[in-house]
């Protein structure tokens, strides 16, 4: 694979630190990455401050909703209104979590010391954590975020997120290029997915990541390149790595060939125009 473009560091909810990634993707011969971390881009920040031997994309990776996120690429990662938008949105989160935390610690008849006596640091991986600790371990990791996080019908709301629109409107601003990311997470059906699809272009998304194990292994890669070319939207793919040994996937292991990467970075600032038309020339071909 010659470029990776979703990757995650412990900038958000990866393992590995930003030169153990590249000196990973560099052993497996990559050329290109983006770092695609949740909701920031402090990890992109401390990466450009050095110049590597592999090509490095400034990425980061916006919650919708639970299934819905949408990726930026080539963001300016300089810029204040950026910085200051996603600064403002961390401390909402972080306020709806102590409160979910004080909530449920009245609820078991505990401190709220108990938590930060355990955990270091107030995140919604530890709070998940947490709560199945309290005496929810007969439920899922998922289940409690369904309980918890995104069910708007409890007393401190749901989860913060920003919008489709907030989140495609905040990377075009800041000179990126919007991507749904893991379409077959949103995916119910055909007709459904297209609507939705459609309706997300409208707000300016320009791309669709097509290749990613999720896709994969609901067999829908073919469909999502074919939709992308039909609606003459970019093509983005890749690992989605988290730097877990037991699951997901390796640096690499999705992404895009040469030929791709190429296409990706030809189009990103014409996608609507052109794209057909490159397309046709260069003979591009999905590997899928």
């Known amino acids: 694979m ?22 990973d993707a560099r ?26 031997d592999i090509e490095t994309i400034p990425g980061i990776e916006i919650t919708v909703s639970k299934k819905m996120h949408i990726l930026g690429y080539f963001i300016d990662y300089k810029s204040c209104m950026l910085k200051k938008i996603l600064d403002r949105m961390a401390l909402k989160r972080a306020r709806w979590l102590i409160r979910l935390i004080r909530e449920i ?3 078991k008849g ?12 107030v995140t919604v991986k530890t709070v998940n954590r947490w709560i199945r600790d309290m005496g929810d371990n007969r439920c899922s990791k998922d289940e409690v975020y369904d309980m918890y996080f995104w069910n708007s019908a409890n007393p401190y709301g749901k989860y913060p997120t920003f919008s489709s629109k907030e989140a495609i409107d905040l990377i075009n601003t800041s000179g990126g290029v919007a ?7 949103v995916w119910e ?14 707000e300016g998304l320009k791309g669709l990541e097509v290749y990613h194990v999720l896709n994969a292994k609901a067999g ?32 690499g292991e999705y992404g895009l060939l040469e030929k791709e990467w190429e296409m990706f970075r030809q189009c990103r600032g014409k996608y609507n125009q052109k794209l057909q038309d490159i397309i046709e020339r260069e003979g591009y071909e999905f590997i899928v």
Not at 28 to 46: R, W
Not at 111 to 121: P, Q, T, V
Not at 224 to 249: P, Y
């Open 2 to 23: 010659f470029a990776d473009l979703h990757i995650h560091s412990k900038y958000s909810d990866g393992l590995l630190d930003i030169s153990s990634l590249i000196s």
């Open 27 to 52: 052993d497996k011969g990559i050329e290109v990455i983006a770092l695609t971390d949740h909701d920031t881009i402090n990890g992109v920040i401390e990466m450009k401050k050095k110049i590597w």
């Open 105 to 107: 610690s009245k609820e």
């Open 110 to 121: 505990v401190e709220f010391g108990d938590f930060l006596k355990i955990y270091e640091n």
């Open 179 to 185: 991507v749904l990311a893991h379409p077959a997470l």
């Open 189 to 202: 059906n055909k007709e459904q997915f297209e609507d939705l699809l459609e309706s997300l272009m409208r």
């Open 220 to 251: 829908l890669q073919e469909y999502f390149a074919e939709v992308a070319v039909q609606k003459r939207l970019l093509i983005s793919g890749g690992s989605d790595f988290h730097g877990d040994k037991n699951k997901r996937t390796y640096i």
